[in-house]
């Protein structure tokens, strides 16, 4: 597992792939802290997080792409699955991999977090770290689910190209649920649709809610996605 | 040691290996040799754990793969068809990567550098993969393979891609491999595996047809004491002449090209060149070729892998 995290994360970075997406991960968190906060000069991040959702919808796809669909492809999974790891061990060391790159571009998160704690402080006022870490926590399980779901749909295709849209739409999918509730006019089921919106659930870390509940759902999603990674990779042996 | 046992494996509702048995013991190389298509490289894709069975076992060193996968995994060094680099690492980078994929115990630099001696990829071990000849990235494949010292090799088709000089070379590893593993090799290049390994298992859509030495293999198909001769003179007379030959059981003969010269197949209990020889030249019939009809492994492998020796043995399709 842990010589599969190595690769994965060595890959990431001998290639563009990691870089870019620090960089837009960067770029756009920049973009909305200049909007939310500094040029509305207030010091609640709830908003740059909010947005940080839509941003990784997209870009946390591309990460996970070539994970097992590149392999597929280049026939190296030849290798990996025929060297004494586990099925879980090679999915987890992906995904590690991916989320490792992932953490690493929202610590930039906690920079902005530290300055305008800096300036509130300057004015005499407090910054409210606790919201924050609410917001982080948040982020960092959303990204964890996101890998999860885009390692799963690359498990399914040998095309990263496929992986990547594939991801995308279903992370869509996964938003959409929110909207969707908002039409239903029965309560019930507006309540469970609602209640698997991952949209919804992060919402509630930008409040500044940091709540067990939506914790465990995030990181019991993200477990379904890599056993059915698992599953999906068990099943092409058999097929 | 290997132990394959009733192997199948189904595509819905293609067979692509269909009953297969064989072993083969520690310091035996096994040559896996088949068409295309054959199933050659399904059954090792299985016996790696690569791939599944739908019924039968495999057994490496008494573990069971799909039992144990893990541990039957440990003695496995598995160079598939296509060699399973990332172009995006060095050699070096490769190498140690695998490395600590295997779990290996031994000492890391000695052990990469022993290997990489072995395969001759020293001077290419600080490149990217991607940027390495066809030649060079086969044996890092094979160089893959050896990491962690492995008891049983499964190699398929290692000298694809390489130049005649590294053929030899490749061959001459193997063999010294095969001393003290378990080496299974596949290939359908026939002088290869005539000329590295113990045993051959013959294969052909899906069935093991053959699993023998080559020598036996060859003395059990051809029959004995078969010879040609292509002999100019009159077909009547030397007809004649040959029938006349004590021991001769049968002869078959046959129009060349040259309308004088006829070529005879000889069936007889025991040699008869000689009588041959004095008979004809006494008459001044020269004798233009004679050779025994002992078959090589390319007619063995055409005889078994055409179809009527296969419906002679009883294939069910």
Redesign the interface.
Known sequence: M???M??EI??YY??PLGYVFTAVFWGFSGLFLWLNCLSAGSSAMGGVFQMMFFVNMIIIPVLTMRTIADDKR?????????????LFGIVMGKFLGAFFVFLCSSLVMIIYGCSLSAAVASAGERFEWEMFWGHYAGLVLMGALFIAIGIFISSLTESQMIAAIGSIGVNIAVCLFDIISSYVSNETLAGIINSLSVFYKYNEFTQGIFSLKNTVFFVSAASLFLFLTIRVIERR??? | MIEVKDLCKN?GSNKAVDNISFSAENGEILGFLGPNGAGKSTTM?II?????ATSGQVLINGTDVLED???A??N?G?L?E?P??????TVD?YLN??Y????CKLPKRSHLGEICDLSRISDVRKRVIRNLSKGYRQRVGLA?ALVGNPKVLILDEPTVGLDPKQIIEIRTLIKKLGKNHTVILSSHILPEVQAVCDKIAVINNGHLIADDTAENLSHSLAHENKIIVQIDGPLKEVKQLLTAISDVESIYERKTADKSITEYEISSKCDIRREIFKRMSARNYPILLMKSSELTLEEIFLKLTTGDFYGENGGEE
């Open positions: 842990l010589a599969i190595k690769r060595r890959a001998t290639t280049q026939k190296t999974d030849q290798l990996t699955l025929t060297s004494p790891v586990s042996r058999y097929a | 595509y894709n790696t754990g690569f791939l599944s996968p893990v541990e995994k440990k496995i598995y598939p296509i399973p680099l990332y172009p995006d690492m980078e990567f695998v600590d994929l295997k779990k893959q």
